[in-house]
């Protein structure tokens, strides 16, 4: 089997996964990206790729970058086409390696981040069915791998794990019960696993578990030990100030909170992105939880009416949250019909999500009430 001391990268399903080893000549790049610093991320690659003799992780890598930087720049429209040109562009490279070097399960697992890219844009765009279809086509990867690793390929348990917890969702959510009952733990032991042992996706294992803690499970102290573990070694990652803010909220932190939030803001002010308004919607979400856990209602629907109207945040599953908690506020301030119609939003999301659920039993009972 063929050893490299080169950046590793794996997407699928549900949260980028993108990995180094710890060399002191990646590294750099390492603090970079998962500091969303992207154009140095990019540019670094690039160079990789005219000089490695080793190219096929920053083939990989290079594919996947360009998507994040996208999606945080809410460069929606594009997403498609730039990757499916890069997947076009390099995969006769992988291809080509591998029926000649089918050993090398580093290569293997480089050409199956570059093929799971797709994933992350299907989520964004709420293609649930594509994922369903062509997750499975990915991870058969992992046959291969198996069969040539010398030891259990910890990094891919990431993949797994998410593609099981993302089908035992959509089984709760949607009513397919052969999709909810699976005789493990529904792929969170995986993520744990990935998260203990991995070399390289062991910080993509740690956000997936954060969502997971803060929206399905709510177990908010263990996604604060996630959170500040995180954030230790990588300060300027968005999208974990923003989980941490959101989720010392739900503890009644409110100065920490804050403190995250103003944090996330300052890099926002000083131009971490090139186009901010999908961060800027997520700041606004994250001020309106706040409020709204403060029973501050005109605050917090002055605050999720402005996200529910941009519609710009990355993750698709807030277009189910946010109507969803614009109805509590209103169901609770006694303006039921309100609350109806923002229910219903929630429910007609399409999204399979514990809070369309939620929506859906309290628009049942609503009606029944009539």
Not at 160 to 188: C, H, M, W
Not at 281 to 299: C, F, Q, T, W
Request: hydrophobic share 35%; net charge negative; charged share 30%.
């Amino acid at each position: 089997m063929k050893k490299t001391t080169q950046i590793l990268l794996t997407f699928l399903v549900i949260l980028p996964v993108y990995a180094f080893d710890m060399s002191e000549e990646d590294s750099e790049v390492f603090e970079h990206f998962y500091n969303y610093r992207f154009d140095e991320t990019i540019a670094y690659l690039e160079s990789k790729i005219r000089t490695s003799d080793y190219p096929y992780p920053y083939y990989a890598f290079l594919s996947y970058a360009d998507i994040r930087s996208r999606l945080a720049n809410a460069e929606y429209d594009s997403l498609n086409i730039k990757t499916d040109a890069m997947i076009r562009k390099f995969r006769p490279h992988f291809e080509t390696y591998l029926q000649e070097h089918p050993e090398d399960v580093d290569a293997q697992f480089y050409y199956t981040v570059l093929l799971g890219g797709k994933m992350r844009i299907y989520l964004q765009e709420m293609k649930y069915f594509a994922i369903i279809r062509e997750g499975p086509k990915i991870l058969s990867n992992k046959i291969t791998i198996d069969h040539y690793a010398d030891e259990p390929y910890a990094d891919l348990d990431f993949g797994t794990g998410s593609f099981d917890y993302y089908l035992s969702v959509i089984g709760r959510n949607a009513g397919f019960e052969i999709l909810s009952k699976k005789p493990q733990s529904n792929g969170i032991d995986d993520l744990w696993n990935a998260y203990r042992h991995a070399k390289f996706t062991d910080r993509e294992a740690a956000i997936a578990l954060m969502y997971i803690y803060l929206y399905d499970k709510t177990d908010y102290e263990q996604c604060e030990s996630l959170c500040k573990d995180f954030l230790s070694k990588y300060p300027d990652n968005l999208e974990v100030l923003a989980i941490a803010s959101e989720n010392a909220c739900h503890r009644e932190r409110w100065l920490e909170g804050n403190r995250y939030l103003r944090h996330l803001e300052r890099l926002l002010n000083k131009g971490i992105l090139h186009n901010d308004k999908g961060w800027r919607s997520r700041v606004n979400y994250l001020k309106g939880i706040r409020a709204m856990l403060k029973d501050d209602h005109p605050e917090a629907l002055n605050h999720l009416n402005k996200v529910f109207e941009r519609d710009a945040i990355e993750y698709s599953w807030y277009r189910a949250i946010v109507p969803k908690y614009i109805a509590d506020i209103y169901l609770d301030m006694g303006l039921k019909r309100t609350a109806e119609l923002y229910y219903k939003k929630a429910v007609d999301s399409n999204e399979m999500i514990p809070h369309v659920r939620e929506a859906k039993d309290t628009l049942k009972y609503l009606r029944k009430m009539k």
